[in-house]
Every structure is written in structure tokens, then in C-alpha cells.
């Protein structure tokens, strides 16, 4: 029993990237109304690389926590050294004495992940733990599964703790005024050449090769908005992204490249003040979505369809029907998937459904 003195101390478990952590943002509402006025403490994983981004670059400054704490990852690790690294853990975890963990891992958990983390959060005197049973799991033929996020609050709730209906969670990123000012200050070093124009986000990178549209698509899509609705693209993505956006800024001959030059809330800043975004399933796809920002995204097929999909309503979502769907590759040779979306159509589609937001009275 705690006593009415000591503050409850609740360790977040989650890992993955930008999108898998925009994801778990309904849960940690739910969770911060649940418990209240305690300290909250996130365990995460950090890639060795310099380049990969955590999920402290999403959630530092927002408010969500008292305190990051990290474990080593790395593509180069085995199963059996990334247990390891869990392990490494134990002291600290054990000094810290948490009472509660909540756990908020992707859907895409095995079980036999799901057993060890038990015996390790456990082993550290961890004794009331959400989120780690209620794993919904839907037949593969049904059309729509549930959406990841609502995946992810479907396990809090089966422990107990409310959350909003399936469909209607809200994503608060809690921007501040660093990040205004930032974004403020890097537009005015640019000029004002996107003044009085339709800002649009491009977003053509994604980390696995398997959800990349082409190049070319994403310069025939922007040469043709350009050129009748008059739009100033803004380039989004990592500093792998950069040159790629070049390429695009120089066959549009106009626009911004923020890839690699802002932050990820800074990235989340800038996204909101975009007419809508165009882009693969990526993390700014998820930012975009998360401010509000209407989504025109372009899916593979390698997943089940809507669980990643831009959460709420107004989005647009190209994805063709195929054989090898829910292939789950990260690479694809011929990639036919997204090969059958083709820019005319996406364009067509922008026209029909954003033309409050093209020509508006």
C-alpha cells in the first residue's frame, strides 16, 4: 500500500519511432486522467546511430514526463543481446521503485516478448501492470481492422482504465512557444515567397523502402498543383530525406526544405500551419494527422488496411488491392503495389475533396 504521503510512481514502457509514438498519445491521456498527480517516468529505446530518432524527441518538453530513461538498440543486435541490454536495466529500475507500469508497446507484440518483459518488470518489484493483456486481435479477412492507436487503448482498457470510444481519441502534442517561435523565426529566414499561396507538406521518404512512392510521382503530383491551384510545397522529413527533397524543390522551382533542419516537434509546428499534407505512411504522415493538418497519403500494401492509416476524418487514403498483401516486407523489388497509384488519380482525388480547401469562396 502507498502511503498518502508518497507520490505514485508510474513507468511508461514503450518503443519504437515517430509514427508507433504519435500512436500511444490517446493512451497517455487516458493514463495521466487514471492516475493523476504522479511522477511518470518513460522507458524507451535509443538507436546507436545518431540518425534514427527516439520517442523523447516527440515527447521531451510535452509535458508527459518527469523522466526519460533509455536502453541501447541497434539493427546490428541479435534477439538475445537486445534482452540483454533489457536486463542491463535492472538495478536502475530496481532503485527506483515503481509502483505501476504501464505498457505500451506496438500491437505488434509476440507473445514470448510479452512473457519476458513481464518477468523482467516484475523481477525489479514491479506489481500492478496495464496494458499488457487485452491484446485485440482481429481475423485477417475482416476489411477494417482496428486502428493501432485504438489497439493500443483497447489493452488499457481491459485493465480497467476509461478511455474514449473507438474512433473518437484525441492526439495533443501540447506545442509551446519554443517551438512557435522556432518555426516563426525559420520561415522568416526563408523570405516570404510562400506568402499568400497554399502551403502544402510533401513528405516523399519513409524508413522502409516498401512504403516509398516514386520520386517522379510525388514531382508530376506537385507540378500539377503548382501549376493550376498555384501551391508552395514544403519538403518534410530526416536528414537522409534532404537531398531527395532538393530534387523535388528543383524540378517544382519553388519551395522549402525542411528535411533534417527541424526537430520533430518543430516538424509537428510546421505541419499545422499547412493547407494538407501529401506524403507516404511516415511519421510526419502521423504528425500531420496529429495537428490536425488533412492527410493525402499514399499506402503500400504491406499492412493490414486502416491500422496505420491518418487517424480521423478528412483524410485521403490511395491503396491498391494486390496478392502478396499484408507481405509485412520492408524491402519489395517491384513495389506494384504502389506502382498502380498514379499521380493523375491522387491528383483528381485532391481536386474533389480538398476544393474548400483549393479554391475556397
Given at each position: 500500500m502507498?502511503?498518502?504521503t508518497k507520490k505514485l510512481k508510474v513507468l511508461v514502457f514503450h518503443i519504437g519511432q515517430i509514427g508507433d509514438s504519435v500512436m500511444i498519445l490517446p493512451a497517455l491521456q487516458a493514463v495521466k486522467n487514471h492516475f493523476g498527480d504522479a511522477e511518470y517516468t518513460l522507458l524507451t529505446d535509443r538507436f546507436l546511430t545518431s540518425d534514427r530518432i527516439s520517442s523523447a524527441h516527440l515527447f521531451a518538453g510535452a509535458g508527459f514526463f518527469d523522466r526519460f530513461l533509455f536502453f541501447?538498440?541497434?539493427t546490428r543486435l541479435n534477439a538475445l543481446l537486445q534482452a540483454v541490454s533489457l536486463i542491463w536495466l535492472v538495478p536502475r529500475l530496481w532503485l527506483l521503485q515503481f509502483h505501476v507500469l504501464v505498457y505500451l508497446t506496438p500491437s505488434r507484440r509476440s507473445r514470448r516478448q510479452i512473457d519476458r518483459d513481464r518477468r523482467l518488470f516484475r523481477l525489479v518489484g514491479i506489481r500492478?501492470?496495464?496494458?499488457m493483456d487485452g491484446y485485440v486481435r482481429r481475423s485477417e479477412d475482416e476489411a477494417m481492422p482496428l486502428h493501432e492507436a485504438d489497439l493500443i487503448l483497447a489493452r488499457l482498457k481491459a485493465d480497467g482504465i476509461p478511455v474514449p470510444p473507438e474512433g473518437a481519441a484525441e492526439f495533443h502534442l501540447n506545442?509551446?512557444?519554443?517551438?512557435?517561435k522556432?518555426?516563426?523565426?525559420?520561415?522568416?529566414?526563408?523570405?516570404?515567397?510562400?506568402s499568400g499561396k497554399i502551403v502544402v507538406a510533401f513528405a516523399p521518404g519513409a524508413k522502409m523502402q516498401a512504403k516509398r512512392w516514386d520520386v517522379a510521382c510525388f514531382s508530376t503530383l506537385g507540378l500539377r498543383l503548382i501549376k493550376k491551384y498555384d501551391?508552395?510545397?514544403i519538403v518534410f522529413g530526416g536528414s537522409q530525406d534532404r537531398e531527395l527533397a532538393q530534387m523535388l524543390l528543383q524540378s517544382w522551382r519553388r519551395g522549402y526544405n525542411a528535411a533534417g533542419v527541424l526537430s520533430v516537434r518543430q516538424t509537428a509546428e510546421a505541419l499545422s500551419r499547412c493547407a494538407f499534407y501529401i506524403g507516404n505512411d511516415s511519421g510526419p504522415m502521423h504528425l500531420a494527422a496529429a495537428v490536425n493538418t488533412r492527410c493525402v497519403a499514399?499506402?503500400?500494401a504491406r499492412?493490414?488496411?486502416g491500422k496505420w492509416h491518418p487517424y480521423g476524418a478528412g483524410h485521403l487514403v490511395f491503396r491498391s488491392r494486390i496478392k502478396c498483401e499484408g507481405c509485412l516486407l520492408e524491402y519489395c523489388e517491384h513495389r506494384s503495389c504502389l506502382r498502380r497509384i498514379k499521380p493523375l488519380v491522387v491528383f483528381r482525388a485532391i481536386e474533389s475533396e480538398l476544393q474548400d480547401i483549393l479554391a475556397p469562396d
Amino acid at each position: 500500500m502507498i502511503g498518502s504521503t508518497k507520490k505514485l510512481k508510474v513507468l511508461v514502457f514503450h518503443i519504437g519511432q515517430i509514427g508507433d509514438s504519435v500512436m500511444i498519445l490517446p493512451a497517455l491521456q487516458a493514463v495521466k486522467n487514471h492516475f493523476g498527480d504522479a511522477e511518470y517516468t518513460l522507458l524507451t529505446d535509443r538507436f546507436l546511430t545518431s540518425d534514427r530518432i527516439s520517442s523523447a524527441h516527440l515527447f521531451a518538453g510535452a509535458g508527459f514526463f518527469d523522466r526519460f530513461l533509455f536502453f541501447p538498440k541497434s539493427t546490428r543486435l541479435n534477439a538475445l543481446l537486445q534482452a540483454v541490454s533489457l536486463i542491463w536495466l535492472v538495478p536502475r529500475l530496481w532503485l527506483l521503485q515503481f509502483h505501476v507500469l504501464v505498457y505500451l508497446t506496438p500491437s505488434r507484440r509476440s507473445r514470448r516478448q510479452i512473457d519476458r518483459d513481464r518477468r523482467l518488470f516484475r523481477l525489479v518489484g514491479i506489481r500492478d501492470i496495464y496494458g499488457m493483456d487485452g491484446y485485440v486481435r482481429r481475423s485477417e479477412d475482416e476489411a477494417m481492422p482496428l486502428h493501432e492507436a485504438d489497439l493500443i487503448l483497447a489493452r488499457l482498457k481491459a485493465d480497467g482504465i476509461p478511455v474514449p470510444p473507438e474512433g473518437a481519441a484525441e492526439f495533443h502534442l501540447n506545442l509551446g512557444q519554443d517551438e512557435k517561435k522556432f518555426v516563426d523565426d525559420w520561415f522568416q529566414s526563408l523570405g516570404h515567397q510562400h506568402s499568400g499561396k497554399i502551403v502544402v507538406a510533401f513528405a516523399p521518404g519513409a524508413k522502409m523502402q516498401a512504403k516509398r512512392w516514386d520520386v517522379a510521382c510525388f514531382s508530376t503530383l506537385g507540378l500539377r498543383l503548382i501549376k493550376k491551384y498555384d501551391i508552395f510545397p514544403i519538403v518534410f522529413g530526416g536528414s537522409q530525406d534532404r537531398e531527395l527533397a532538393q530534387m523535388l524543390l528543383q524540378s517544382w522551382r519553388r519551395g522549402y526544405n525542411a528535411a533534417g533542419v527541424l526537430s520533430v516537434r518543430q516538424t509537428a509546428e510546421a505541419l499545422s500551419r499547412c493547407a494538407f499534407y501529401i506524403g507516404n505512411d511516415s511519421g510526419p504522415m502521423h504528425l500531420a494527422a496529429a495537428v490536425n493538418t488533412r492527410c493525402v497519403a499514399i499506402f503500400s500494401a504491406r499492412d493490414a488496411q486502416g491500422k496505420w492509416h491518418p487517424y480521423g476524418a478528412g483524410h485521403l487514403v490511395f491503396r491498391s488491392r494486390i496478392k502478396c498483401e499484408g507481405c509485412l516486407l520492408e524491402y519489395c523489388e517491384h513495389r506494384s503495389c504502389l506502382r498502380r497509384i498514379k499521380p493523375l488519380v491522387v491528383f483528381r482525388a485532391i481536386e474533389s475533396e480538398l476544393q474548400d480547401i483549393l479554391a475556397p469562396d
